[in-house]
């Protein structure tokens, strides 16, 4: 029998930028990459189209939470990027509810796209959540170990 806990089973993803902790997300969306393929017929070749890969893309990656104390942090990097864009490197790591870290994944050339704070309407309270999209240009060997 396997003594392993589930790697599937993640609570949050706590998320950092250089040394900055921008605090745990519930939410993560987007980790990934894609191998950008060119198709080229071949004359005189009818049996296929030749696939070349060209490129690596990312996707942005999307992180949702409800609103907390680290909502601040969030609105201090965006703010920082007025003065001009600094690329910088980030950090996501997949925690499980007892605070061990299932993995990690390092960011390349992170910057903030988007930030979307609550709806706020008396008639139909809800749960205030906000959502950070970051883009990045690849990962990069994750710093830390296992918690």
Request: charge should be negative.
């Amino acid at each position: 029998m396997n003594d392993q806990p589930n790697p599937a089973t993640t609570v949050c993803f706590l998320v950092s930028i250089d040394d900055q902790e921008l605090g745990a997300f519930t939410s993560c969306e987007g980790l990934g990459a894609e191998v950008v393929l060119e198709q080229r017929e071949e004359g005189g070749n009818n049996t296929h189209v030749w696939q070349l890969p060209t490129r690596l893309k990312y996707p942005n990656i999307k992180l949702g939470r409800p609103i907390t104390g680290d909502t601040e942090k969030v609105a201090r990097w965006f703010m920082s990027m007025s003065g001009g864009v600094t690329r910088k490197t980030g950090q996501i790591a997949a925690m499980t509810a007892e605070g061990t870290v299932v993995a990690r994944w390092g960011l390349a050339d992170v910057i903030p796209v988007r930030w979307s704070g609550p709806s706020l309407n008396p008639d139909s309270p809800k749960i205030a959540t906000e959502t950070v999209e970051i883009a990045h240009h690849g990962f990069l060997e994750a710093k830390g170990g296992s918690n």
